[in-house]
T-cell receptor, first 111, second 117 residues
């Protein structure tokens, strides 16, 4: 039981490049979330999913897209990376709306 | 607007002593959940303790306990018998039903706790 895993752990992008972050969970959780964490700030919700095939916008969705084609995976995409998207990205999943388990994070730098 | 405020950016405590981290929040909801998460240098976010707003009894988890004052909208975390492994960033978080049918999570800015040997 690996819990919540995130791929990759680190990535450096140039402005304008695209990439996809993968979040995988093996706990059969319905709910999945993507957050970003910036210095001096708490986590801010980007997008979330309440089940396979569903996605919804969170607090800071602009510049990101998500997909949940399989229940165990939640993908976060950056179509055209910007320096403002330099951050640490956390994925979380949960069996209930008020319960979350976090992945180890992905550190993304956009130059 | 719903907010979570942690007014102590940094704190330190001697090993084996007790420390209390403060958190206040603002909401008009009646049913919600409050959390304390720990983020050690490894960056992994770990749930420390959770409190349901409808429960009057304060939650406890081993050396960790909360003082939940619903009327005052205060949710402090007490760590007893502090250990070096408690050194981490601690985040207070709040979750309440949103109009979309799920819960809206809001995190505070964190308190960096250092346990001194």
């Amino acid at each position: 039981n690996a819990g919540v895993t995130q791929t990759p752990k680190f990535r450096v992008l140039k402005t304008g490049q695209s990439m996809t972050l993968l979040c995988a969970q093996d706990m059969n959780h319905e709910y999945m979330y993507w957050y970003r964490q910036d210095p001096g700030m708490g986590l801010r919700l980007i997008h979330y999913s309440v089940g396979e095939g569903t996605t919804a916008k969170g607090e800071v969705p602009d510049g990101y897209n998500v997909s949940r084609l399989k229940k165990q995976n939640f993908l976060l995409g950056l179509e055209s990376a910007a320096p403002s998207q330099t951050s640490v990205y956390f994925c979380a999943s949960g069996p209930l709306v008020y319960e979350q388990y976090f992945g180890p994070g992905t550190r993304l730098t956009v130059t | 607007a719903q907010t979570v405020t942690q007014s102590q950016p940094e704190m330190s405590v001697q090993e084996a002593e007790t420390v209390t981290l403060s958190c206040t929040y603002d909401t008009s909801e009646n049913n919600y959940y409050l959390f304390w998460y720990k983020q050690p240098p490894s960056r992994q976010m770990i749930l420390v303790i959770r409190q349901e707003a409808y429960k009057q009894q304060n939650a406890t988890e081993n050396r960790f306990s909360v003082n939940f004052q619903k009327a005052a909208k205060s949710f402090s975390l007490k760590i007893s018998d502090s250990q070096l492994g408690d050194t981490a960033m601690y985040f207070c978080a709040f979750a309440a039903p949103s109009t979309s049918g799920t819960y809206k999570y809001i995190f505070g800015t964190g308190t960096r706790l250092k346990v001194l040997a």
